[in-house]
């Protein structure tokens, strides 16, 4: 079978399953000719994220510290300050990323004081001249178009699996609900991230369905974070066992295959992966990655790993906008305007480790 390169939107499980089970090499030539003719080989977009509202979330989501419905170690927090949050913004724009990410343990947006406090970290970030994301739930079509209005650039709302697999690991929040906050976020003129969780005991079709409808979404997600399940002790899936590195290598090639143009973000788990790994997916188009030392609430990858990573890989951060969602680069004219030499600082290289 022949890909067409150009986004399609038709895509069919059938077809999914069939790229998705390429030999390897065939597989990951194929990801890799694709990514070659849509991105900069030797680039990948660095983004941070940071919680800023943690724990005690009403979300019954089995793979979730921060769920109130389950004994773990996260204990809620109150919502940060926008001061408390510009400084971790400005430490991570200093160690090289230049996406800012804001996740909040709510399951949907309610209008007030705590809104308004993220939209004024919103803009706080634009101003040092970084992309700004967030993730706070679910949205109606006023908040969606405030967050606009404020300068965001991406929000992340995650299918997590499959249609058909989703009531066994989330029943707090529908699948189509999800659906629509994506379709509003998409009206208001917000770059889409969303993605999914692999490992969760779903099955190979699960995983390619999952694929499948997020490359069927009209326009294709700026970002797709693929993630692989962290273990959570208190959670329904502790105990699930470890998901196998091929998988999310082959995940990865697939969605690169089929989104063509989308930034394919190496996500959750990578803490786990080897060097070889992690190199070996961004062979299969990963193009981005969470960058710092704490995911949410799960360990990450820290920076000076990192450094060293890219510099032997031989890639190298991408800069500001430099994505070729066309969302993208529309937000950048829209929300504040960063102050003075904020955008040149956001775009510096990474200086190699000593």
Known sequence: ?????????????????????????????????????????????????????????????????????????????????????????????????????????WRDVKDGPAFDRVLDMVRGVRELGLEACATLGMLDDGQAHALAE??????????????????????????????????????????????????????????????????????????????ALVPIEGTPLADVPKLDSLDLVRAIATARIVMPKTQVRLSAGRAELTREAQILCFMAGASSIFYGDKLLTTGNPDVLADRQLLEDAGMKPMQPYASPDPTVQATKSRGPVATKGAVSLAARAIVPAE
């Open 1 to 105: 079978m022949t890909e067409q390169h150009a986004p399609r939107h038709d895509w069919t499980l059938a077809e999914i399953k069939e790229i998705h089970g390429l030999p390897l090499t065939e597989l990951l030539l194929r990801a890799q000719t694709v990514h070659r003719e849509n991105h900069p080989p030797d680039q990948v977009q660095l983004c941070t994220l940071l919680s800023v509202k943690t724990g005690g979330c009403r979300e019954d989501c089995s793979y979730c510290s921060q769920s109130s419905k389950y004994d773990t170690d996260v204990q809620p927090e109150r919502l940060l300050s926008v001061e408390e949050v510009l400084g971790t913004a400005r430490r991570a724009r200093e160690a090289g990323s230049t996406r800012f990410c804001m996740g909040a343990a």
């Open 150 to 227: 404020a300068g965001l650039t991406a929000y992340n709302h995650n299918l997590d699996t499959s249609r058909e697999y989703y009531g066994e690991v989330i029943t707090t929040r529908t699948y189509d609900e999800r659906l629509q906050t994506i379709t509003r976020v998409v009206k208001a003129g917000i770059s889409v991230c969303c993605g999914g969780i692999l490992g969760m005991g779903e099955s190979l079709d699960d995983r390619c369905e999952l694929i499948r409808t997020l490359a069927t979404l009209d326009p294709h997600p700026g970002s797709v974070p693929i993630n």
